[in-house]
């Protein structure tokens, strides 16, 4: 079977499982490039050849959960916690807004105590104050009740990232404690379509036990829970956390090699959403994010935290730029992306056209 007629039916949405498990299993180089190229284009059709970007500020490392991967979960005790004060999180705000940034992301552990649910709601009111409701804000700050999303989005959110991690319930579950439920995942995903938010999730790519069935599975996933982007990227062993104890199937270039194919197959199956090209890419070859790009991506989150603060939220090992103040990054990642000779976009929220199409279809 050739790759055209893979792509021929991804063009009128007529492939199956076993054509995106073929282009996730290509081995040879020139193939491989192909299916790069074909995403980029599609890329370019479907968004243009612009990079939009999303200033991230990850403002607290306190959390309340225990993932098995991540190095700030509850139970790593050689993390120096730390939470930003309202006034560092709106200056790192005001300086995005200054530099016209469409919009900021707003990360952080997991906490749903009254006092921190109020804390993010008065951020989301001073940053909608600060830049007169122009800087668009996604929230990445995990499970949470219908109505924490409710009022956080009448504060001024409008996107949210939350991870599926992984669609099989299965692996899911290797991944967690018990206090996590795949089932709460799915339902925390529907609330927030529910309460009116773009949508974004993604999985981690290289985990222990992962099979490339679960990724075919995961880009079904995104396309049935009719989802408005993606953020993903290869798992990254952090020393301090249990599942670094479990031997990595892939080595480092295969799981970088594997996130590329993830990003070029989504973008060819679900074609108009918001794909970002993660630091967890850069994290392993220092061109990650770019390369991303070319192989469909269309967003980079660029980190708006103060170093002092970067080196405290190592979620994984081998983080990159944490030795760089937000201002140095923009100037280097301007010249990169321009170097890749697409554009960044500025000042404009850079909605998914399929977010459009959705809301649309809803009116
Ligand atoms: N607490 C929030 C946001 C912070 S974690 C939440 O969990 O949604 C954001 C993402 O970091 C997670 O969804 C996970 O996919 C990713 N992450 C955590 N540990 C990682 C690791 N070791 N390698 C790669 N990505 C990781
Ligand atoms: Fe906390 Fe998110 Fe890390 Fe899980 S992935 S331990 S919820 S910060």
């Known amino acids: 079977m050739s790759m055209q007629e893979i792509f021929n039916r991804c063009q009128d949405g007529s492939y199956s499982a076993q054509d995106l498990k073929t282009l996730l299993g290509l081995q040879d180089a020139g193939d491989v490039q192909k299916l790069f190229d074909e995403a980029y284009r599609l890329k370019c059709q479907e968004v243009k050849p612009l990079v939009r970007l999303r200033g991230i500020v990850e403002f607290s490392n306190l959390c309340t959960k225990d993932c098995y991967y991540c190095g700030i979960r509850n139970s790593n005790e050689f993390v120096e916690r730390f939470t930003m004060q309202k006034e560092e999180i709106l200056a790192a705000a005001q300086w995005a807004f200054e530099q016209q940034y469409g919009s900021i992301v707003l990360q952080s552990g997991e906490r749903s105590d009254a006092a921190y649910v109020d804390f993010v709601e008065e951020c ?84 222990p036990g992962q099979t490339i069935d679960d ?13 408005d982007m993606i953020g993903m990227g290869p798992y990254i062993t952090h020393p301090d956390t249990p599942l670094a104890s479990q031997k990595a199937q892939l080595d480092a270039k295969e799981r970088f090699m594997l996130s590329l194919k993830m990003i070029a197959v989504s973008r060819l199956a679900l074609r108009d959403i918001n794909i970002a090209a993660t630091t967890a890419l850069q994290a392993i070859d220092p061109t990650g994010r770019e390369q991303g790009v070319q192989a469909g991506a269309n967003v980079i989150m660029p980190n708006l935290s103060d170093i002092k603060y970067r080196d405290k939220y190592h979620l994984y090992a081998g983080k990159p730029c944490t030795d760089e103040n937000a201002s140095q990054c923009r100037g280097c990642l301007e010249e990169r992306i321009r170097a890749i000779g697409e554009e960044i976009r500025y000042n404009e929220w850079g909605d998914s056209p399929h977010y459009a199409k959705r809301a649309h279809k809803k009116d």
Request: net charge negative; charged share 25%.
């Open 124 to 207: 989301l009111l001073g940053i909608k104050e600060l830049s007169g409701g122009k800087l668009g804000i996604t929230l990445s700050l995990g499970e949470q009740s219908e109505e924490t999303y409710r009022r956080w989005y009448a504060a001024g959110a409008h996107r949210y990232l939350l991870r599926i991690e992984s669609s099989n319930p299965k692996l899911y579950s290797s991944l967690h404690p018990d206090d996590h439920d795949f089932a709460q995942r799915i339902e925390s995903l529907d609330r927030l379509r529910r309460v009116g938010y773009q949508v974004g999730t993604g999985v981690m790519i290289g985990l």
């Open 215 to 227: 990724l075919v599975n995961d880009v079904l996933f995104f396309r049935d829970q009719d989802i």
